[in-house]
């Protein structure tokens, strides 16, 4: 057996919070149906493996029929690892928990009430002629311009007869750039070739 220097590890620990957005837009734009499913990962590096005591948002509410006040975050509902201990959480939104070896998921959570959606989707259709039609799809972002988002993939599909498709950033975006790649997806046996646009992303061909 093998021990190596303790002096030398590193004593850090690693938490990330992942976010699943699903929103259904109406033609004008705006979020009919909106859900985040969400979880909380943890992995510690640190020395003796401590019991760790990390605190939740304290506006933070369990159950969509419980009163809430303003600027409260309502989950609908949430459940833990078993190596948390939650006794606290009702009182004062705080974990104990004793992290096992390596990456292990703290909680999973779920969110239906409105929220804000990172970025807003608008469709325009003109029909330019009898035998043509074109379709212009803007993509907003609703946060603050001091966050930015990175690796950012827009993919959506348009019929097989289109003619061509482009792409354009608005004037004076900094920093900015946008890549155009188109993909041939086969879904089926039994389905039609769809042509699948990816802005930002890598070309990607799929055959089944």
């Known amino acids: 057996v093998s021990v190596g220097d303790q002096s030398k590890q590193k004593n850090e620990i ?4 992942f976010e699943k957005i699903s ?4 033609s004008s734009g705006y979020a009919i149906n909106s859900a985040i499913e969400g979880c ?3 992995k510690s590096y640190l020395h003796g493996n401590p019991e760790l005591r990390p605190a939740l948002n304290e506006d933070l509410v369990v159950g969509k029929d419980n009163q809430v006040g303003l600027g409260a975050v309502v989950l609908d509902d949430c459940n833990f690892h078993e190596c948390v201990n939650f006794s606290e959480f009702v009182l004062n939104r705080t974990l104990k928990i004793k992290p096992p070896d390596g990456e292990f998921t703290v909680m999973n959570y779920r969110i239906t009430s409105d929220f804000q959606a990172p970025f807003r989707i608008f469709p ?5 002629s009898n035998y043509k039609l074109e379709l212009l799809l803007k993509v907003r972002a ?4 001091d966050i930015t988002a990175s ?5 959506f ?14 004037k004076g975006a900094p920093n900015q750039q946008v890549d155009y790649n188109d993909c041939l997806l086969y879904t089926s046996d039994a389905a039609d070739d769809l042509l699948c646009v990816d802005l930002g992303g890598r070309r990607i061909i799929k055959k089944k």
Do not use: G, T
């Open 40 to 42: 909380v990962q943890m």
């Open 151 to 155: 690796h950012l993939v827009i993919k």
């Open 14 to 17: 690693f938490v990330d919070v």
């Open 142 to 145: 609703s946060y603050p311009k």
């Open 157 to 170: 599909q348009i019929p097989r007869q289109s003619s061509s498709c482009h792409n354009e950033l608005i």
């Open 23 to 26: 929103v259904l837009f109406n």
């Open 124 to 128: 325009y259709i003109d029909e330019a």
